[in-house]
């Protein structure tokens, strides 16, 4: 669980492994879990 190196791959450089999760963090992180 590293969310700073997700935002950072998808800020740098988007993996297409990665892309979804990166932007699933960056939404995490501007709108967080609501239950």
Same mark, same amino acid.
């Given at each position: 669980?590293?969310? /700073?190196? =997700? #935002? *950072?791959?998808?800020? @740098? /450089? *988007?993996? +297409? /492994? $990665? !892309? $979804? #999760?990166?932007? +699933? @963090?960056?939404?995490? !992180?501007? =709108?967080?879990? /609501?239950?």
């Amino acid at each position: 669980m590293r969310g /700073e190196e =997700k #935002l *950072t791959v998808y800020g @740098a /450089e *988007t993996r +297409e /492994e $990665d !892309s $979804d #999760l990166s932007i +699933e @963090a960056l939404i995490k !992180s501007i =709108k967080p879990e /609501e239950g």
